[in-house]
Every structure is written in structure tokens, then in C-alpha cells.
């Protein structure tokens, strides 16, 4: 993540990964979840904070599933189903749950699959939120497995030439197994910047940097603005402006909404104004391709090769995708994690409201 | 295509679309390649040019093949084989063959795997250039399927922060079919601009833009330029600058590296100097997912939506990915398909060489 994104360290008050498991996991159970899929959630968002995805972990998303679930948008019980399935597909009505609980099933229905055929894919539509996408992705990786995962969310984002926002963030993420190497795991929205970062940036007084947003009458701003008011800006696909590429991004966003959205028989957020989302789930046996271990090796020998590529000048290394949330998810086991001090007088709150333990500071 | 692509109005010859199958089918078969498969790569490399991919089709890649078939790399009669396979995936060694030849095989073997599993993964290894990688995505389109291809080639573009070149430009595609719209088909590298789309830039004496090219340090170039010489310059992922999103661009371009190469049990160029590429393709039954005239209509109402989406300030109108280019196709089957003076030459020569039949100018 860029620095400026990064919780200012006077603003961070520190609590471990237990004691917010706990507090998360006892606020979804007071939402009316089960416990199980209580405690799944509170390991796919402390899980995020651990890895440093801020945008997409307890601190940025927790408030607004409580809301949903208290204002009933969510159900906290879905009676989710397989609408149509085949040996190597299927096709999941969720039921208004929260996508953070459907997708580790989903998930796993996908690798069964891919056990069997070779390849699986789910997808759900009618759900919530997904969390941070390369969770579920790394999910097959722990199976032996490449994961993919996806959703379609959302209708903030300009087409290219468009003065009138149509298309959802719809972050895509593919994760890779490997033999010694921190496993390969690439998670971006399909927006310029995700839309949660503008809230964090907000958050944090960040400036947006060019390309990444443009004025309401769909023209790309591109110099370093402060992040405008509500209703202010339309955001931008990957590229930013035509001539940046903006059509690539633009069509990676399509290919998610294709996956996700279609492949479920829905309709996109600009023809649905449900608020709700869909979701894509791939897993890729690997030895159904090739030798595992051959595999493994490859990855690794490719991901060092990548990493220890000279740097150019005022950089002090070449990363991987996942290379440096897998450090920050080390530190973190250690040190805690650190939390914006609002975030903390929200579950102050909250706790007080629901009569839940309270968070442990360090 | 941005007009600095466009073969320049004075520099136009056209030619028909029948007249350059027959000299591409019948320079195929001068290079051993059986009637059938010379027929099926004059079709792609063909339809390429008519929809107006200069950069994949006739014009910019058949001096290469020729070149290659002479000088031994490419093997024009293939001995390819499935090494390893599933219900719903096959791997093949392509034993040197051209991936424009080879690619219809491929996807063919990917849908009648969907048609039995609901979907369908075939990947190639050993195998020379794949032509425009869209075209295979379409070949599904047309059995009412979701197509996607992908190739992994090359070492010329650089990491996010990095000084030495070590990535593909690894392109990527989607289609999906469609009721009454141009089918949508969004095919685009990974690299913030083609490799091909450098040589035709000079070609026609067009700048490169800003966030396209690095210095050879490994620092983005963000102005305009023209195309410095060969070594002067490095290749960015999509985003161009990690500000503008590179880590995006890198993060996509990784995604096809394990689709088509570690899937297929092979090494990426970085590792494998052959010369050779992998390849990716997947077929997604729809009506395993849902209903298929659901699924068109659908895809009906978000592209009329898109493209009547009200354009930004400059602009004429919002396109959807394969609509321009559906255009083209119409158009250019009618007049004619305009190549540059200096491939018709080319044309002339090797005609003479080979003792086929001249390009008949319009």
C-alpha cells in the first residue's frame, strides 16, 4: 500500500489479533450469525488487517455490515442454494448473506469440483460484500490448488469517453502456491484506486494523485487533488485516461462483471440497484495440469527471480504480488495491529451497545 | 486504435479480404503446413486485419512467421500431443507449431469439455506466436459460450520498480455473446502499450505517451516521445507508473504468466530463452450456469446501456470493448482492407520468391 494510505502513527493504537478475532466474532454472533460462521468471518477480516488490507479488513468494512445486518439489508441467516450445477460449475443464490460467510463454501465447493474434473467454478449472486477477494483465492492454494476470485460491486465508475458512472470496483485475484517462496497472491480493484482507499484517504487527509479520479463531467483529473466532497467526482478505471489505458482497465472491469455477474444470471449494478453483489470462485488443480512439485519449483524460481531484479533509481527493491502483505502479516503476528483511533472509539461503542468484551489494547 | 496506429491516409494500399486470404493460405502451404491449417491461419490472421488489429493481423506478423518457418524455429507440421488431461482439462506440447494454427484446436478441445463439465481449461506449451488472442475468446462466442485466451510470451517489460526487463506482454481476452449487439469482446496486453504497437508507432512515425516506456534505468518516461532506438528504452505493465497503477497492470500480467505457463507445466521467457510461448484457453458453458437467452438478453441491456451512457467533454460517444472493431469488420468487408505500402511490397516480393499469387490491389 502507498504511504499515504498507512494509518499516521499518531492515530494508531495498537490490539492484538486475538482480542479482535474475539470482538469481531462476538458482534457477528450478536447480528444473529452462528457461531461458526461467526467465528469464519472474524478469520476472513482479522486475516486482512493481519496482511495490512486496511481498505477491506474489521477497520473499514465492520461498521457497515453491523448496519446492514441491523437494518436488515443482510441476512444474518441465509438459506443459501445451488440454483444449477454440473460436475466442474455451480451457481449459488445467497440469499442476502454477507459474502465474507458465503465465500470460504463457495470456495470450498470449487476445489471439490476441481478435484474431480480437474477445474471448478461457483459463482453467487444475491450477497453481500466479499471482503478482500485474494482470501477466498488463497484459500486454494492451501488445497494445492491456483485460486481465483472475483465480484462485481457497485456503479461508481466512469466507462472510457463516459461522463456518467456505470461500472463497479470489481477487484479480481489470483493466488499461487509455492514451495519456499511467500505464495504469490495478486488482489486489485479494477478501479483506478478502490473505492475504499478514497474513504481511508479521507480518513488519513490524503491527497488523490492523478488519473485516479475525474470531475463530474467525466473529464480525468490529472494533477494531486484532496479527496472532493460526496457527489464530486466520478471514479476511473485502471489506466485513468484513454491515453493512459483507461480501455484496459475499463475491460478487465467488464471481464469480472462477466464472470461474476452473468455467469450467475444477474444483472449488473447499474441495472440492479439492489446494493447487493456477485461473485466468482475458481480452483485450478494443479497436478490435473502437471506435476506439482515442478510447479512449485517454477513458482519459485520465477518469484526470486522477480525479487532480486535491480531496482531503478529511488526504489529499494522489486516486489511480488503478496510479497510484502506476507511481511506485514509476519510483523503483525508479533507487534499487533494496528488500528485507526476512530475505528477503536467505534467498537468502543459498539461493545457498549451490544454487550460484547471489549478490544485489548496493547 | 488510437489514430497515431492508423496506417496514414497517403501510406494506404487496400486490398480484398478474399485476395489476401489466398496469399496468406498459399504462403502457409509453401511453408509445409497442410491445406487445412493453412486455410485455418489465413482465416485468423485475416479476420485480425478486417477488424482492425494491424498490430496481430497480416501486416504485422506474417513477415515474422515466414521468417520463422524458413529458419527452422517453428515446426509446420506439428506432432502436438495432450500430455495430460481431465474431464475438464487438457494440457498439449505443441511441439513448435505455430499458436495461430495450433489455437483453434485448442479452444475446440476447451468446448467440448465444457459441453460435458460445464467448463473447459486447455493450456499449450511449446508453441510459437498465437496471433490476436480475441479471436479464439469469439471461436467460444459462436457454440454460445464464454471464451477467454491468453498468451505468455516475451521478457521486455519491466516489474513495478525495477531496472531490468523480465515480463511478457502476456495479453489477455474475453467474449461473450450477445442477442443483438456486436458480440463483446475486450483483447488487450498487459504491457501499458503491445510490443507490436511500438513497431507500427514507428512505422507510421507516431510518439509513444507518457507512462508507455521507461528509461533504460528503469524510470517511467512520462512525456511524449518518439520511438527511441531498439535498447533505448524498457516496457511498463498497464498503469505505467506505480502512482498510475503499474502494480495493477504487473499484477494482471503475472495473472496470465500462471495461467498459460504454470498451468501448462512450463517456465516463463524470463527463465526460457527459447523463443516459444504458452498459451490459455477456457470455455464456459452457459446454460451450465443459467439460461441462455437470460444471459444474452442481458448482455443486450448493459451494453445498450453502456454505449448510450452520455459521453465526457471532446468525446463522441462511449464504447463497449469489440465495438469499434465490429464496425471496422463491417466496413472493411465492403472496401477493401487498407495494409501500409511497405507490407504490400513485401507481399510482392515474397509472392515472387514463393511462386504464389500476388495480392490483388483495390
Not at 149 to 155: M, N, Y
Not at 286 to 315: C, V, W
Not at 316 to 325: A, H, Q
Request: hydrophobic fraction near 40%.
Amino acid at each position: 500500500m502507498l504511504e499515504r494510505f498507512k494509518v499516521p502513527e499518531q492515530d494508531q493504537v495498537k490490539v492484538s489479533e486475538d482480542s479482535l478475532h474475539k470482538a469481531v466474532s462476538a458482534i457477528f454472533e450478536k447480528m444473529g450469525l452462528t457461531p461458526e460462521d461467526a467465528t469464519d468471518g472474524a478469520d476472513m477480516l482479522v486475516t486482512a488487517d493481519l496482511r495490512g488490507i486496511e481498505t477491506h479488513g474489521v477497520s473499514n468494512k465492520m461498521r457497515d455490515y453491523v448496519q446492514q445486518y441491523s437494518n436488515g439489508e443482510l441476512n444474518p441467516r441465509p438459506n443459501w442454494r445451488i440454483e444449477r450445477e454440473s460436475p466442474g460449475t455451480a451457481v449459488i443464490d445467497g440469499d442476502r448473506g454477507l459474502g465474507v460467510i458465503l465465500g470460504p463454501k463457495a470456495m470450498r465447493i470449487a476445489i471439490d469440483k476441481a478435484r474431480q474434473v480437474g477445474i471448478g467454478i461457483v459463482t453467487i449472486h444475491n450477497s453481500g460484500h466479499l471482503g478482500a477477494v485474494g482470501q477466498f483465492a488463497m484459500q486454494a492454494t492451501k488445497e494445492d490448488m491456483v485460486g481465483m476470485c472475483a465480484t462485481a460491486i457497485g456503479s461508481g465508475i466512469l466507462p472510457t469517453f463516459g461522463a456518467e458512472p456505470k461500472l463497479g470496483t470489481n477487484p479480481i485475484s489470483i493466488a499461487a502456491p509455492t514451495k519456499s517462496e511467500a505464495p504469490f497472491l495478486f488482489d486489485a480493484a479494477t478501479s483506478a484506486v478502490a473505492g475504499n482507499k478514497i474513504r481511508l484517504a479521507e480518513r488519513v487527509g490524503a491527497n488523490l494523485l492523478p488519473g485516479w479520479i475525474a470531475e463530474t463531467d467525466g473529464t480525468p483529473i490529472m494533477e494531486e487533488r484532496p479527496v472532493p466532497g460526496r457527489g464530486q467526482y466520478h471514479m476511473l478505471p485502471i489506466g485513468g485516461s484513454r491515453d493512459q489505458g483507461s480501455h484496459k482497465g475499463y475491460g478487465v472491469n467488464m471481464m469480472v462483471e462477466i464472470m461474476a455477474t452473468f455467469l450467475s444470471g444477474a444483472l449488473p449494478s447499474m441495472l440492479n440497484l439492489s446494493g447487493l453483489a456477485r461473485h466468482y470462485f475458481a480452483a485450478y488443480y494443479i497436478s490435473a495440469f502437471t506435476d506439482l512439485d515442478t510447479f512449485k519449483e517454477n513458482m519459485d524460481q520465477m518469484l526470486q527471480t522477480l525479487r532480486s531484479t535491480k531496482p531503478a533509481p529511488g526504489h529499494e527493491r522489486v516486489m511480488y504480488p503478496g510479497l510484502s502483505e506476507y511481511e506485514e502479516e509476519q510483523e503483525r503476528h508479533v507487534s499487533g495491529i494496528p488500528l485507526h483511533k476512530e475505528v477503536v472509539e467505534w467498537f468502543e461503542g459498539i461493545s457498549g451497545e451490544l454487550s460484547v468484551p471489549q478490544l485489548q489494547i496493547i
